[in-house]
């Protein structure tokens, strides 16, 4: 298995050199991967959440081509998404023509990141017979407000980084987003999921990023699972390695582990506050803090 994936990866840069000189050999050198998909599949399109840029650049080496999109139901739904022309692997592409993108930021810096504004004659009007709700997402000249956090790159294309009610504001003014510190941590082997919010500390009033980690027994195995000491240095191990990949102020400081799934809509995104409020009153229950878990399973 091991052997396989080093020879597609060495076939990956070889092909990806041919195609720096226009000669395409993807369809023959993956043909058998391309044949246990099917051998008819040519393109993806993924939308409603986020996707590792490794994913869809190894569905691009390997000859299918794979798009990100970006939009909301008041947006009627699509905002942007990349195309043939411009595929830039990790956004969601330019915006559509007729629509105006725009960040709602303080900064000049290109790349600043704000909240992502959206203007045209697809979004909606307001919502049905809620003017207060309508109020808080229009602006006066017609600006969307989408919820979402990110930046625009220097080629326009949109890159979403968080939610804005998810967004952790450190004591020092910092911002840090749930969502991408969490992709970092479903990457740890043995977690499911994970959920990180940010707890004000009753010593200092400063903030310390907490993460709540669903285990997956059948990859950690009855041993590991057996040994909270073991478990908790294996884990720990690979939070340093998360940390080591983001600033400092974004760092993990406290972890707790569980068994159950996280809280989720029917569409599978985790209830953020309904589960936040049931670790805390578990934590409660239990008698500890996010510090005096950290390292515990709380079930």
């Not at 986020?50 to 000859?63: T, V």
């Not at 595929?87 to 725009?102: R, W």
């Not at 909606?124 to 969307?144: C, H, I, P, Q, R």
């Not at 510190?181 to 994970?194: D, H, N, Q, T």
Request: hydrophobic share 40%.
């Amino acid at each position: 298995y091991e052997q396989d994936i080093t020879l597609v990866n060495i076939m990956i840069k070889i092909s990806n050199f041919l195609r720096k000189f226009g000669i395409d050999l993807r369809a023959k050198l993956f043909r058998q991967i391309l044949a246990a998909v099917g051998g008819g599949l040519n393109l993806c399109v993924s939308g409603a959440a986020a996707i590792d840029a490794k994913i869809s650049r190894f569905f691009d080496d390997i000859g299918i081509d794979f798009f990100a999109g970006y939009g909301l139901t008041e947006t009627s739904p699509v905002v942007a998404v990349c195309n043939y022309h411009l595929n830039i692997f990790g956004s969601v592409g330019n915006p559509t023509a007729g629509i105006e993108v725009a960040i709602d930021t303080d900064s000049n810096e290109p790349g600043a990141i704000g909240e992502i504004l959206t203007r045209s004659e697809s979004v909606m009007l307001g919502y049905y017979k809620n003017s207060e709700a309508t109020a808080e997402v229009m602006t006066a000249d017609g600006w969307f407000r989408t919820g979402d956090i990110g930046f625009l790159d220097k080629k326009g294309c949109i890159h979403i980084t968080g939610r804005l009610k998810s967004m952790i504001v450190l004591a020092n003014g910092k911002k840090a987003f749930p969502e991408e510190i969490e992709f970092l941590v479903s990457l740890i082997p043995g977690v499911k999921e994970s959920i990180v919010w940010g707890d004000v500390s009753a010593r200092d009033g400063g903030v310390d990023i907490c993460a709540k980690l669903v285990l997956s027994p059948d990859d950690l195995g009855a041993d590991v699972l057996s040994d909270e000491k073991a478990l908790f240095k294996l884990i720990s191990d690979q939070i340093k390695h998360v940390n080591q990949q983001m600033p400092a102020y974004k760092a993990i400081k406290y972890i707790m582990f569980t068994n159950e799934d996280l809280i989720k809509t029917t569409t599978l995104k985790v209830k953020r506050p309904a589960e936040q409020e049931k670790t805390y009153k578990r934590l409660t229950e239990l008698g500890l803090t996010p510090k005096t878990a950290n390292g515990k399973n709380i079930d």
